[in-house]
């Protein structure tokens, strides 16, 4: 018996060493201790931009930017880990989760935690709220229907009311092929587009957001979801090819996304975060990636009415 015991407290010992090494979960004494903050990164419309350099991957981007001002702010080295969509909270969590059937299915421990703070530009839904915390938002957004430029839809007249918009803009739905991607913001379950009648397709393989609007040029679909950011960069980059019909959602916001077990990291962001938006310097480097986007969305970056 005293042997069986022995044994089940070295095998005990042994798991814990294993999943503490396997997850590595820290928060703001330990990433300071360690001298580096790792930043997981989904490559993603000015967000993240990903390029070769000779054999090196490297990133830039709002977010990079973002996340490199809040590493030299704490004194530490930024580290940058490329991920996408469906494997970014595993990375930083080291549990999977998905939003199925309109409930959250929580994964096991199943892969190493590898980062510290995910910014990517992601859209803070109630959904990804059970599982991680966000920062303050950062970011506008909100999701619209966008189409090819030969689509017989015809961009709606906004009635003044967003609500009463999406109503009709849903109502155009019936028989027309929309592109839509699960686990992201463009999720047809997150507006329950399944009972508008329409063709939802969903990519066989994985594709990035900022590929969507190549894919109905490409005729995979006639209409596509698209959000904000990326709209902004579809009508500069493809001026005259599509056109926006009108919203899906309401207005949304972006955040930085923590563990929930980070919380001092997080609010050392929030502090750092409104310390540049209070100076100016946050617009400043807005304006550089999403020029337009102060013309859309003049009240959320005027500091004063913050």
């Known amino acids: 018996m005293a042997n069986i015991k022995l044994r089940y407290l070295i095998v005990s010992l042994l798991l814990l060493c294993f999943y503490s090494s396997w997850s590595s979960a820290r928060d703001l004494a330990e990433i300071k201790a360690d001298g580096v903050l790792r930043h997981i990164g989904i490559p993603y419309a000015n967000f993240i931009n990903i390029y070769k350099e000779g054999e090196h991957t490297l990133a830039s981007g709002l977010d990079v930017e973002l996340m490199q001002g809040f590493a030299k702010h704490l004194g530490l080295k930024y580290q940058f880990i490329e991920a996408t969509w469906h494997n970014s909270m595993t990375l930083l969590t080291g549990r999977n989760a998905n939003y199925v059937n309109g409930v959250v299915v929580k994964g096991h421990i199943q892969h190493e935690i590898q980062g510290d703070i995910l910014a990517t530009g992601a859209t803070i839904l109630p959904w990804r709220q059970e599982v991680v915390d966000f920062s303050i938002p950062y970011f506008p957004s909100a999701v619209w229907l966008m189409a090819r430029s030969d689509s017989a839809l015809s961009p709606i007249t906004p009635s003044g009311s967003v609500t009463e918009d999406i109503k ?10 929309v592109l839509a991607m699960k686990q992201t913001c463009l999720d047809p379950e997150l507006y329950d587009l399944y ?4 063709k939802i397709i969903l990519p066989v393989t994985e594709r990035k957001l900022n590929e ?3 894919a109905i040029l490409n005729n995979d679909a ?6 904000v950011p ?4 579809a009508l500069e980059k493809w001026p005259g090819k599509t056109k926006v019909i009108g919203p899906i959602s309401e207005n949304q916001k972006m955040g930085v996304v923590f563990r929930k077990d980070s919380p001092n990291l997080r609010k050392a962001f929030n502090l750092y975060f409104k310390e540049i938006q209070d100076s100016g310097e946050y617009n400043v480097l807005v304006k550089k990636y999403y020029p337009s986007v102060f013309h859309f969305y003049p009240d959320f970056f005027n500091v004063k009415s913050q």
């Open 168 to 177: 009709t803009v849903k109502s155009l739905f019936k028989g027309h092929e």
């Open 212 to 214: 969507m609007i190549p």
């Open 230 to 233: 990326v709209i902004l960069i």
């Open 222 to 227: 006639e209409l596509t979801l698209l959000d």
């Open 195 to 198: 009972n508008t009648e329409a």
